[in-house]
């Protein structure tokens, strides 16, 4: 019933520039903070970013603060995760994911009880 979908991962030089975006259905999406995590091949899954249910609060991993930028269109359903400047260490299959919005989010990934399958974002040197 309820479904979150990645999109926009692909191939991309260092420097460059993604924007990933993920839909949402089957949930009411504003009773839910949406994050951002990544998982690289032999890493442990890792919070990037993630946004409140009315879009005022965002939080950002030290690793990408200033390069990504995570937003939200509560009309659409959908949130977006721009990323700029990209390094080869933001390679990685990245995952939507919606926690109950109780408090302020959390950057542990064991809180949130819905998930996308996962974009893959490969950044060559």
């Known amino acids: 019933q309820v479904q979150l979908v990645e999109s926009g991962g692909r191939l991309v030089q260092a420097g460059g520039s993604l924007r990933l975006s993920c839909a949402s259905s089957g949930l009411t999406f504003n009773n839910y903070h949406i994050s951002w995590f990544r998982q690289a091949p032999g890493k442990e899954r890792e919070f990037v970013a993630g946004?409140?249910?009315?879009?005022?609060?965002?939080y950002y991993a030290d690793s990408v603060k200033g390069r990504f930028t995570i937003s939200r269109d509560n009309a659409k359903n959908t949130v977006s995760l721009q990323m700029n400047s990209l390094k080869p260490d933001d390679t990685a299959v990245y995952y939507c994911a919606a926690e109950i919005a109780r408090g302020a989010v959390r950057s542990d990934y064991r809180g949130y009880v819905y998930w996308g399958q996962g974009t893959q974002v490969t950044v060559s040197s």
């Open positions: 946004i409140s249910w009315s879009g005022s609060s965002t």
